[in-house]
């Protein structure tokens, strides 16, 4: 598993989450429910992890919602911080951009 992945949980276990303003805004353009990603992160699925990023540690998690939907939430942990965990952005991912289990891009 990855260690970002590892780290998000941890955080998100202990309550210590934020949600940027550009993730509110995605929430409720693709009618996710918070308590869905906040949820689904417990059993999410690291597609792309980005440990090395400059704003500090991230990872793009497939995730579930309540009806067992697709999602994809970026996740993030501020540059030489703890925490909390960032929920930068989710959206329902696109069929035609990824493959049928929502783990791979499709090439473009």
Do not use: C
């Not at 869905?36 to 990023?53: F, N, Q, R, S, T």
């Not at 942990?77 to 696109?94: E, F, M, Q, S």
């Amino acid at each position: 598993m990855s260690d970002t992945l590892s780290r998000i949980q941890a955080l998100v276990a202990n309550g210590e989450v934020r949600i940027s303003d550009h993730g509110h805004d995605e929430l409720a353009e693709d009618d996710i429910r918070t308590s869905d990603v906040l949820a689904g992160i417990a059993v999410g699925l690291a597609i792309e992890d980005y440990p090395d990023a400059v704003r500090g540690p991230s990872i793009l998690v497939l995730q579930r919602d309540g009806r067992g939907e697709p999602i994809h939430a970026v996740w993030g942990i501020p540059k030489g911080l703890n925490g909390p965990a960032v929920l930068v952005t989710a959206y329902r991912p696109d069929p035609a951009r990824w493959s049928t289990d929502f783990t791979q891009r499709k090439p473009t």
